[in-house]
Nanobody, 126 residues
Framework: QLQLVESGGGLVQPGGSLRLSCAASGFTLDNYDIGWFHQAPGKEREGVSCISRTGVYTKYVDSVKGRFTTSRDSAKNTVYLQMNSLKPEDTGVYYC???????????????????WGQGTQVTVSS
């Protein structure tokens, strides 16, 4: 079982920034698309973004376009989610997930992803 560990969450004021990390242990992320998902309090988990295994292709849901950026660092075996201009509605638990693929594009569909991290809490509040 692939192990993913998210970090970087915390409490931030509206308009602030956080950078989440998704680190892998025991395997390389280079062969995996990575997705980011958000579960707001009392709501179902929903997709946020994904990055293809090559890092060339990224995709974002409309609510975070222009504010969030996902990237990957192969040397560190880590994928990042840079979150800027945070809003209270961004509050919740953020999960990263991995799926092995040979495709050149990724999809932000949770049922496609087979390995999940434990999540990191992000709270946006004044």
């Amino acid at each position: 079982q692939l192990q993913l560990v998210e970090s970087g969450g915390g409490l931030v004021q509206p308009g602030g920034s956080l950078r989440l990390s998704c680190a892998a242990s025991g395997f390389t992320l280079d062969n995996y698309d990575i997705g980011w998902f958000h579960q707001a309090p009392g709501k179902e988990r929903e997709g946020v973004s994904c990055i293809s295994r090559t890092g060339v292709y990224t995709k974002y849901v409309d609510s975070v376009k222009g504010r969030f950026t996902t990237s990957r660092d192969s040397a560190k075996n880590t994928v990042y989610l840079q979150m800027n201009s945070l809003k209270p509605e961004d509050t919740g638990v953020y999960y990263c997930a991995a799926v092995s693929t040979v495709q050149h594009v990724c999809l932000i569909l949770d049922f496609l992803f087979s390995s999940w991290g434990q999540g990191t809490q992000v709270t946006v509040s004044s």
